[in-house]
């Protein structure tokens, strides 16, 4: 083996006993990908289910209460059937609901004459959640409208009919209709990113406070070599959350993965890289744990939570917010991560992806290079 080698292999095993004799780094590359995976794919959803919803009930008709049994059969909406419009306020104050449907006193004969309305009142502090519970509101109560219209047709079966459209309805790429399987694929972008820069910046840092760098720069150790044997260790503990995530998909939360198991590894692998590259840039322009960790938060982990696509479509953003999103990585890797999962192998976008993950990676670790070269001198 040549002296290269040696010597990088001597650096690497040396940095896998650092890392496994720390407890804090495994608790950081993980202990805390597991919490993650628990937290985003158990405890946050951005389903709306059992939405509770007053049902004023001013007209007690069998037609009235007809047209609202589309809501007492709907999964996602739970009616509370008051007589009182003023009950129903205090409740929506209260926010004990999220929402007022009100069939007027003269509901039965508006309907005969065919100008029937009800009210619907939705509790806007989250315009998420109201828009969706609207559009479940509005889905239940239609349900009855067919229903009427098809019993109108078939007494007057004998007159001449205008006829009815049937939308089937076919979900692509969510066919569970569940945010679960939108919010688990983009977990690997997160603990990607969380062990690869973050603590990649954490552990450098630490290791410029406590000198131990500067001891390797008086040695015939080249840069190159440092920054390889500080780049596998965490490299492996990366490729170690994404084996947490995929199990966590596939065992716990059930997300399909429609592309090949190949293409995914491989992006992830590049994107590692990336992170891996701009913690140790961070870690070598800060040189300070605290610091180091605050960047690292701040412009890696942070950014690719809230403007990479993994809650919020970029498309909705304001411009200047998709710009930036756009500059991030993480954007390209988490619309990879997402269509090989539930898309499949969409190879046109697959290979753009991949090209842009690599354009980053060649220029962080130049930049990394460079940043180390500058500190021996």
Not at 357 to 367: E, F, K, M, Q, R
Request: with cysteine; proline share 4%; glycine share 8%.
């Amino acid at each position: 083996m040549s002296g290269f080698g040696t010597r990088l292999v001597s650096l690497t095993r040396k940095e896998f006993r650092q890392l496994l004799r720390d407890r804090s780094n495994l608790a950081i590359g993980i202990l805390l990908p597991m919490v993650l995976i628990l937290i985003f794919g158990y405890g946050m959803s951005l389903d709306v289910k059992n939405a509770p919803v007053a049902v004023v009930l001013e007209d007690s008709s069998p037609t009235a209460h007809e047209a609202i049994a589309g809501l007492q059969l709907s999964p996602t909406i739970a009616p509370v059937l008051l007589s009182s419009m003023h009950d129903a306020e205090a409740l929506m104050r209260e926010r004990k609901v999220d929402g007022i449907v009100r069939v007027p006193a003269d509901f039965s004969r508006a309907l005969a004459a065919g100008n029937a309305r009800v009210q619907l009142i939705v509790h806007g502090a989250d315009a998420g959640r109201a828009t969706i519970i609207q559009a479940y509101v509005s889905g239940a109560l239609g349900q009855s409208a067919v229903r009427q219209a098809d019993r109108g047709g078939a007494a007057g079966a004998a007159a001449p009919s205008a006829g009815r459209v049937t939308v089937e309805q076919r979900m692509w790429f969510n066919a569970a209709n569940t945010s679960t399987w939108y919010l688990v694929p983009g977990l690997i972008v997160l603990i990607m990113t969380l062990i690869g820069a973050f603590l990649t910046a954490l552990v450098m840092a630490r290791e410029w406070e406590r000198g131990t760098l500067e001891a390797l720069f008086v040695t015939p150790v080249r840069p190159v070599e440092i920054l390889l044997a500080k780049i596998i260790p965490y490299f492996a503990v990366g490729m170690l959350g994404l084996a947490l995530c995929l199990l966590a998909a596939r065992f716990l939360f059930a997300v399909p993965m429609y592309g090949s198991l190949f293409a995914v590894v491989l992006s992830s692998m590049l994107y590692l890289i990336v992170a891996v590259s701009l913690g140790l840039v961070i870690s070598s322009v800060t040189r300070n744990q605290f610091l180091a960790s605050q960047v690292a938060l701040i412009a890696t982990f942070m950014p690719s939570m809230m403007l990479s696509g993994f809650l919020f479509d970029l498309r909705n953003v304001p411009t200047a917010v998709r710009v930036i999103g756009h500059v991030l990585p993480a954007t390209y890797f988490m619309d990879l991560i997402k269509t090989l999962f539930l898309a499949g192998d969409v190879w046109p976008l697959i290979w753009r992806n991949c090209a842009v993950l690599v354009a980053y990676a060649v220029g962080l670790l130049l930049l990394a290079r460079m940043v180390t070269r500058k500190s021996l001198d």
